[in-house]
């Protein structure tokens, strides 16, 4: 008679989770072997491959390799009839490059938002919306939320906002809402920090904006360090990415460390791979966010976010330092 202990009871539910779990199907092995087809292929085969599907055969060559697995990908679950795991959960992303003051070799400097666009994507349509203000900051802020209800983003639809580093919503937003005294939004505590987002599904080294759209076969289009111009082409990526197959997540938030003794804030920039779903953003709900009477330091407090999920990469750390630097040299310029 065989006996089967706890431990290998488990270890054998494990397998057969394993075995009966959404990859066992053989669609899959028959896309592992498409993969590494597609791996061989040199730039000019992906393209040719490509423009045969009527694909866009814009980009480098990583760019192509993932486009076209995607496309294969997408047919062949389809085909089987299975659903593809992932995908960009949002309803709308809303795309901010602010463009602040600044002084060079200060750290401690106080960046005041002189610019605030924001660009509105459909994920569904791959459409794009603007919004260009150009008010006093408490009052742009209040008009950008007020529009944010109007198309009920956070009510009706779901949504997250995407940047182009984590210094948008970390440095020059926090800072202006000391400024201005006004309540930092509950809204802009997680968003998309789009360049981690693009190097992880590229496979490649982070880069600038402009880098981003070279390597995808795109140019700049507008005047760079204009707020409104920049966010068009940051959107013009994220639609690039999800119509390659990205799913696009919140990977960024704020933590605000708060001092009472010392009366010093801290705001740190934390990363993490995926969200929970109980942290959906809601702007309309009563609780949702931190009222406008209290003082800053109280409502500080408050966006205290805590997660088993915290990663030390010492590597984003020195590239966001890198382009801070960059935009700093820029901006004087």
């Known amino acids: 008679m ?26 899959y092995k028959k896309l592992s072997v ?12 992906l393209k040719e491959r490509l423009a045969e599907l009527r694909l866009d055969t814009r980009g480098v060559r990583e760019v192509l390799k993932k486009r076209l697995k995607s496309y294969y990908k997408n047919r062949k679950l389809m085909k089987a009839r299975l659903k593809a795991p992932g995908g960009t959960k949002y309803d709308y992303i809303i795309v901010i490059d602010f463009e602040a003051t600044c002084e060079q070799n200060n750290d401690n400097y106080k960046h005041e938002i002189i610019e605030f666009p924001a660009i509105l994507i459909d994920v569904h349509r791959m459409e794009v919306n603007v919004v260009d203000e150009a008010d006093e ?3 742009v802020l209040r008009k950008m939320e007020d529009w944010m209800a109007h198309h009920k983003l956070g009510e ?43 190097a992880n599904y590229y496979q490649c080294r982070r ?18 360090h204009c ?33 009472i003794q010392k009366r010093h804030t801290e705001v740190e920039v934390e990363s993490y791979d995926q ?24 409502s500080m407090k408050k966006l205290q976010i805590d997660s088993k999920e915290r990663l030390e990469d010492k590597d984003d750390a020195e590239n966001d330092c890198e382009d801070l630097l960059e935009y700093y040299r820029l901006q004087s310029t």
């Open 2 to 27: 065989l006996q089967v202990t706890k431990d290998e009871s488990k270890e054998v539910h494990k397998v057969k989770a394993v075995k009966d779990g959404q990859y066992s199907d053989p669609v």
């Open 34 to 45: 498409i993969n590494g087809e597609i791996n061989k292929m040199s730039r000019e085969q």
């Open 137 to 139: 900051f408490p009052v």
């Open 156 to 198: 009706m639809y779901k949504f997250a906002i995407l940047t182009d580093g984590p210094w948008d919503m970390s440095r020059f937003l926090y800072q202006q809402c000391q400024i201005s005294k006004t309540t930092y939004p509950r809204w802009a505590r997680k968003w998309i920090n789009v360049r981690k987002v693009y």
């Open 207 to 224: 880069g600038k904006l402009e880098v981003m759209l070279e390597n995808l076969g795109m140019h700049f289009e507008g005047s760079l």
């Open 227 to 259: 707020g409104l111009h920049d966010s068009r082409n940051i959107a013009r990526i994220a639609v690039r990415l999800m119509q390659d197959g990205c799913a696009l997540k919140t990977n960024e938030y704020l933590t605000v460390r708060h001092d």
């Open 275 to 298: 969200e929970s779903s109980d942290e959906e953003i809601d702007v309309d709900k009563k609780d949702s966010s931190i009222s406008h009477d209290q003082s800053l330091d109280e």
